[in-house]
């Protein structure tokens, strides 16, 4: 299947010299489109905005939304609290500045969804919680919900053979004083690639965030913890009860919290299913775009 490439390639952020961009995708002869702003996943370690799925980037023809696929800076040069600032920043520019720099009624900024996948997810979820307005329905794919979780505090194998690396390997990106990156490459290009399952064998996903175990400053992004005080729009949760990069039971938690507050949520767990279950180009869901599009 041929790849499609983004229709534009705007930056929504500066940090002194650091350029943030966005891709955006837009289907034909739109006019008023939604949007759907997509995070890539990483767990804040380490990705790119170009890894948006087949099924996303189709879907932009086929359901006549918009997509936006944004990078962000990545941790733990920044702390999670600077990443979420670049999502504010993000969904900011798109209500209120990218329908100005792609032309009049080419986009409804007002309409927005937002998903991701991984730690993209998380951002999803981060932002349901606490962007006002919220966005009209969020799709959180094999989310990242707790770092203080019990997958996260205890040290995790290498998902399907990957790579692990060590800490002198990985020392240039584990140095909190070098510079912000917004991006990193592939395997075995870019050695920050084996950050993620790093982070898994040490089990340092709170540390590398900029938060403390148990701490206070971990509270607002333990996910399920803050769905009652804060709520969340309606959700379409994706997420395999066999992945071995975000254990299930991270997507379980913030679906049973939003249940109990009596909160609108689809949630899809195939059984037998991994990370990376919607990457593949023959992958279609269209209960997953009928709900979001019933918001939209």
């Given at each position: 299947?041929?790849?499609?490439?983004?229709?534009?390639?705007?930056?929504?952020?500066?940090?002194?010299?650091?350029?943030?961009?966005?891709?955006?995708?837009?289907?034909?002869?739109?006019?008023?489109?939604?949007?759907?702003?997509?995070?890539?996943?990483?767990?804040?370690?380490?990705?790119?905005?170009?890894?948006?799925?087949?099924?996303?980037?189709?879907?932009?023809?086929?359901?006549?939304?918009?997509?936006?696929?944004?990078?962000?800076?990545?941790?733990?040069?920044?702390?999670?609290?600077?990443?979420?600032?670049?999502?504010?920043?993000?969904?900011?520019?798109?209500?209120?500045?990218?329908?100005?720099?792609?032309?009049?009624?080419?986009?409804?900024?007002?309409?927005?969804?937002?998903?991701?996948?991984?730690?993209g997810g998380f951002l999803t979820l981060l932002a349901g919680l606490y962007i006002d307005p919220k966005p009209q329905v969020i799709i959180p794919i094999y989310p990242i919900t707790d770092p203080l979780g019990t997958f996260f505090i205890n040290s995790q194998p290498a998902p399907n053979g990957r790579y692990s690396a060590s800490a002198e390997e990985m020392a240039e990106y584990l140095d909190v004083k070098a510079s912000p990156m917004a991006s990193s490459g592939?395997?075995?290009?870019?050695?920050?690639?084996?950050?993620?399952?790093?982070?898994?064998?040490?089990?340092?996903?709170?540390?590398?965030?900029?938060?403390?175990?148990?701490?206070?400053?971990?509270?607002?992004?333990?996910?399920?913890?803050?769905?009652?005080?804060?709520?969340?729009?309606?959700?379409?949760?994706?997420?395999?009860?066999?992945?071995?990069?975000?254990?299930?039971?991270?997507?379980?938690?913030?679906?049973?919290?939003?249940?109990?507050?009596?909160?609108?949520?689809?949630?899809?767990?195939?059984?037998?299913?991994?990370?990376?279950?919607?990457?593949?180009?023959?992958?279609?869901?269209?209960?997953?775009?009928?709900?979001?599009?019933?918001?939209?």
């Open positions: 299947m041929a790849s499609i490439t983004p229709d534009h390639t705007i930056i929504y952020k500066r940090v002194g010299a650091l350029e943030i961009p966005m891709d955006i995708y837009l289907p034909k002869n739109v006019e008023n489109a939604p949007v759907l702003l997509w995070f890539h996943g990483g767990g804040l370690l380490q990705g790119r905005r170009d890894l948006v799925s087949p099924h996303m980037r189709n879907g932009v023809q086929t359901y006549g939304f918009a997509c936006i696929s944004a990078d962000y800076r990545l941790t733990p040069q920044v702390s999670v609290g600077d990443v979420f600032e670049d999502v504010k920043d993000c969904i900011q520019f798109i209500r209120n500045n990218l329908p100005t720099h792609l032309g009049k009624n080419i986009i409804d900024g007002s309409r927005l969804a937002v998903s991701g996948s991984s730690a592939k395997v075995p290009g870019d050695p920050r690639s084996h950050m993620y399952v790093y982070m898994l064998r040490t089990a340092s996903l709170a540390q590398l965030w900029g938060i403390g175990d148990g701490d206070e400053s971990a509270a607002p992004y333990r996910i399920s913890r803050r769905i009652h005080q804060h709520g969340l729009p309606p959700a379409y949760v994706l997420h395999g009860d066999a992945d071995t990069a975000v254990g299930v039971e991270q997507s379980d938690e913030v679906v049973g919290a939003m249940m109990g507050c009596g909160l609108t949520v689809e949630y899809e767990r195939p059984h037998g299913k991994d990370h990376f279950l919607d990457n593949g180009d023959e992958y279609q869901n269209s209960a997953l775009y009928d709900f979001v599009m019933k918001y939209l």
